[in-house]
C-alpha cells in the first residue's frame, strides 16, 4: 500500500465498519492472508461482500469480523480476534483494499471491487 492509504483510529471502527458495509455490500471480495509463516495465500476469491462488523460484547469484544457468500456453501465468516491496524486504501482504477492487522494472524487484505453496471440497450 501507497501513500494514498488512510489509516482508520480505533475509536472510529464500530463506525467505519458499518459505513464501509453498506458502501461496497454486494462488491466482489476476495481475501489474502500475508504472513512469513503462510506465504500469500487465498482465503477466498469472487465472492460477494456481505459486511463487517465489529464485536462490541462478550469475549469477543473487539474483535473485527467479515462476512462473504451468500448463505449456503459459498459463504464464510472470518474472526480475526485482535486487531491492531486497520487501513484502506482506494486504487485510481477503483479497486478498495482494505489491510488488516492483528496479533499472531497473517495479515489480511481484502480487496473489493465494485461491479461495472451495465450501458444500457
Same mark, same amino acid.
Given at each position: 500500500?501507497?501513500?494514498?492509504? /488512510?489509516?482508520?483510529?480505533?475509536?472510529?471502527?464500530?463506525? @467505519?465498519?458499518?459505513? @464501509?458495509?453498506?458502501?461496497?455490500?454486494?462488491? %466482489?471480495?476476495? $481475501?489474502?492472508?500475508?504472513?512469513? *509463516?503462510? =506465504?500469500? /495465500?487465498?482465503?477466498?476469491?469472487? $465472492? &460477494? @461482500?456481505? =459486511?463487517?462488523?465489529?464485536? !462490541?460484547? +462478550?469475549?469477543?469484544?473487539?474483535?473485527?469480523?467479515?462476512?462473504? +457468500? %451468500?448463505? =449456503?456453501? *459459498?459463504?464464510?465468516?472470518?474472526?480475526?480476534?485482535?486487531? /491492531?491496524? $486497520?487501513?484502506?486504501?482506494? !486504487?485510481?482504477? =477503483?479497486? %478498495?483494499?482494505?489491510?488488516?492487522?492483528?496479533? *499472531?494472524?497473517?495479515?489480511?487484505?481484502?480487496?473489493? /471491487?465494485?461491479?461495472?453496471?451495465? &450501458?444500457?440497450?
Amino acid at each position: 500500500m501507497n501513500n494514498d492509504t /488512510q489509516e482508520i483510529e480505533r475509536g472510529e471502527w464500530a463506525a @467505519f465498519a458499518e459505513r @464501509f458495509s453498506k458502501k461496497h455490500e454486494g462488491a %466482489t471480495a476476495t $481475501l489474502e492472508a500475508i504472513g512469513s *509463516d503462510v =506465504g500469500d /495465500q487465498y482465503a477466498a476469491e469472487n $465472492l &460477494p @461482500f456481505v =459486511g463487517m462488523t465489529l464485536e !462490541s460484547k +462478550g469475549s469477543a469484544a473487539g474483535a473485527l469480523v467479515l462476512m462473504l +457468500g %451468500t448463505e =449456503g456453501v *459459498d459463504h464464510m465468516e472470518r474472526l480475526i480476534a485482535a486487531p /491492531q491496524s $486497520l487501513r484502506v486504501h482506494v !486504487s485510481p482504477g =477503483g479497486e %478498495t483494499v482494505l489491510e488488516i492487522k492483528a496479533d *499472531d494472524e497473517p495479515t489480511l487484505l481484502l480487496h473489493l /471491487q465494485t461491479p461495472k453496471e451495465l &450501458p444500457n440497450p
